[in-house]
């Protein structure tokens, strides 16, 4: 399955992200892409899209990863909502045992 998603570039802290047209099954670090779709830099809040071409392969059915969708709904290319990319936290949970020894 095609994926669109952000591939790192970049040194060692100064991200910037290329969006690319890669296989679902290669590593998003592996380097492999089939097309370089826009780019991205969120120090310079800079993003550069070719959403025609998104729209062209998303027409021959490849998926937006998360963070994805997100800025196509942002940049309104499709409608939807977000979607929340953040990880869950868990609860933090109260152990029993702590409160009989006191």
Do not use: C
Not at 59 to 65: F, T, Y
């Amino acid at each position: 399955m095609l994926k669109i998603r952000l591939q790192r570039i970049g040194r060692k802290n100064d991200p910037s992200f290329r969006v690319v047209l890669t296989d679902s099954k290669n590593s998003t670090k592996s380097g492999k892409f089939l097309e370089i779709l826009g780019t991205y830099n969120p120090k310079a809040g800079q993003a550069k899209f070719q959403t025609e071409r998104i729209k062209y392969w998303m027409g021959k059915g490849a998926k937006l990863s998360d963070t994805m969708h997100n800025f196509m709904v942002h940049e309104k290319v499709i409608e939807g909502k977000k979607i929340n990319v953040l990880p869950r936290k868990t609860p933090t949970k109260k152990r029993k045992d702590l409160k009989a020894k006191k």
